[in-house]
């Protein structure tokens, strides 16, 4: 179902930027289930080029079970901008969740105005793609956006309609990066340093995928994937900070 979002989003990151692959661990590039009834593979993808230091993306197939694309792409560190966030997950026609975003490392006002508030008029092109539903695992106020897609459409829609939304956004995130200031004191770039490892931690001990990954693949590789993968610079509860 995802799988013209996935290429549209490889096909501009190979036009666009001088990628080099970026190592995943090995065994988490991909992998096979045949739990229950219905086959379900997952393969991801990680690149790297001078402005952004990582280019994550995952496919799950499970045939009319499940579909999902998720991808995170991470600024270098001499960039404040924000992440580059997608979700997309289908189980079966009636159950559909989109999420877009730009995801803020900072609340600070004057952030959210430089970076956040360019996106409002393309926002209101698709306020039918904003239903304003409740977050269950994240704080919508923290690594979220107020002009997020975030919808719970039907497969027509998907298709007809937020395909256009997702190229939309995509575009204006590259504008973003290309109008951005390069940042060359330390101390600013260890403060984005610590933002995006904070997003991995805060990301980690929430994302309700985890459960996802290990009903399909077992518990173990779910944990490593986790957190050798997706969120690299997470630490595992109960695990302390100084042994990574």
Known sequence: MYKPFLEYLEKELFSKFDLRSRPIPAGLEANVSNRGKNKATIQSWCYECAELRK?????????????????????SYHYDIPLLGIDLLSFGE??????????????????????????????????????????????????????????????????????????????????????????????EIQKIVKAQKDYDQYSAERDPASGLFS????????????YEFLFEDAVPLGVPTSTR
């Open 55 to 75: 280019i994550r993306y995952t496919y799950i197939d499970a045939g009319a079970t499940a579909q999902v694309f998720n991808s995170v792409i991470y600024p």
């Open 215 to 226: 009903s399909y693949f077992g518990h173990e590789w779910s944990e490593k994937f986790l």
């Open 94 to 187: 009636k159950k559909i969740l989109i999420v877009l975003d730009f995801q803020p490392l900072f609340q600070e006002e004057s952030y959210l105005t430089k970076y956040i508030e360019p996106m409002r008029w393309k926002r209101e092109e698709y306020n039918d793609l904003a239903q304003n539903l409740e977050m269950r695992f994240y704080d919508a106020n923290q690594y979220f956006s107020k002009y997020l897609l975030f919808a719970r459409p039907d497969a027509e829609t998907v298709k007809n309609r937020f395909f256009q939304a997702y190229k939309d956004y995509i575009s204006l995130y590259w504008e973003m990066l290309e109008k951005a200031k390069i940042i060359q004191t330390k101390g």
